[in-house]
């Protein structure tokens, strides 16, 4: 399978890891365990910046979304291009839960806090931490049970 396959291929599994880490989120914010996500923050950021005066709170509704779906099929072309192996669906899972977390750690630990958008994890002072982890983790899972059955054959 080629590169640009096998990226096409994880963009798509990142569309649906992102659709199950939604849902999951869902749920942990309608239980009083989440309040504000990662891509609201970034959206904040650029309220902060004034990026987004002249925005209808629908606009930035939008922009939420985009950029929530926007990272989880990026994500996931980025794990399509590394998974080069195929394994049973158990293996698949638990790779892509592992990757998941990798993802995890290279936006929350890295990114987000080099842009402001919030401080890394270990200086925060609150168990809600995990929360993102666990999420990451679903998603990865998800990911690679999709990763997996939208390839015909092994690499």
């Given at each position: 399978?080629?590169l ?5 291929r ?12 939604t849902g ?6 309608a239980a009083?365990l989440?309040g ?5 923050q970034?959206?904040?950021k650029l309220?902060?910046l004034g990026l987004?005066?002249?925005w209808?709170?629908?606009?930035r ?5 985009a ?13 399509g291009?590394?998974?080069r192996?195929?394994?049973?669906a158990?293996?698949?899972?638990a ?12 936006n ?8 402001g958008?919030h401080?890394?994890p270990w200086?925060e002072?609150t168990?809600?931490?995990?929360l993102?982890?666990?999420?990451h983790?679903?998603y ?6 999709l990763y ?8």
């Amino acid at each position: 399978m080629s590169l640009i396959q096998r990226a096409a291929r994880g963009a798509v599994s990142g569309f649906g890891g992102t659709v199950a880490l939604t849902g999951l989120r869902k749920a942990l914010t309608a239980a009083g365990l989440v309040g504000v996500t990662a891509p609201e923050q970034v959206v904040g950021k650029l309220e902060e910046l004034g990026l987004l005066d002249e925005w209808s709170p629908q606009a930035r509704r939008a922009l939420t979304v985009a950029a929530h779906v926007c990272y989880g099929v990026g994500a996931g072309a980025a794990l399509g291009v590394m998974r080069r192996e195929r394994g049973e669906a158990g293996e698949e899972a638990a790779v892509g839960s592992a990757l998941g977390l990798l993802v995890w750690g290279a936006n929350w630990s890295g990114l987000l806090p080099l842009t402001g958008v919030h401080q890394p994890p270990w200086k925060e002072r609150t168990t809600k931490v995990l929360l993102p982890v666990l999420d990451h983790i679903v998603y990865g899972a998800v990911w690679g049970l999709l990763y997996r059955a939208v390839r015909r054959k092994p690499v």
